[in-house]
């Protein structure tokens, strides 16, 4: 493993501009309505869609894992070696949205890998803003030393998250970042960083791709996993690494 980027080993989240060209997101944005597209007519102004697995629906998304310079600024900024793929989700708000993501670390559902070297990698087509609930971070967050337990397959957000660190010690309400980004623009959050996204107050829909990815030296801790029947869908290899065939190397 190599040193992070300064920047994302102090606050635990950066932006990396312009890391697809506008044909790119032109191309992606047709693919991500094709796939949308049918879920639009059930899709409530209440409601963030999260569509998962979508390089299984769609060759371009599986064409974005083998990006090379998306993937190749990735391993740089993280200082890791080789990225795993464990994860890839559409999410969509509809313009103008009641939708939100509460605040969260995803840490929380990926106690099962072991050491812990996640990260969230978004790419944006469309612009995100404050105005249009884009992402916040709560700054350095990555460092806490949170006790919440781990809820691997939970439903439950940690709703109140926010409130409970404000009446603690710890001093973040001031801390929190918005991050902004234009259309074929990227950015990385460490799996500890507090996160969240919220109401869509523009008229521009909001596109993003999310991949969550692992360092491919982490191993699986069955004993994490809540029963045996979760165990089928985290195949391994006999080194106890999950299996490239299902977790694709990126780039
Ligand atoms: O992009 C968003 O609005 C939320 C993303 C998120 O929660 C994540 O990447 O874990």
Redesign the pocket.
Known sequence: MNQPAPFFAEHGWIILKGILSADEVNQLTRAYDEIIGPSLPQVSPND?VQLPNPHERHPLFAQTLQHKKLWSSVRDTLGWHKIQLLQD?L?Y?TAPSEGR?EW?R?HTYTAFLTPPILA?V?VSLTHSRHQS???HVIDKSHLLDLSISPDIFGASIEGGLINSLEGSNNDISTHISAIELEPGDVSI?HSKTL???FENDTNET?K?I?H?VFDATCKLDPSKLPNEEARAHFPTTQTGHLAPSKFPILG
Do not use: K
């Open positions: 963030v989700v999410l708000r993501v969260h995803d969230s978004r609930g884009c992402l959050h996160h969240g996204s909001q993003i999310v969550h």
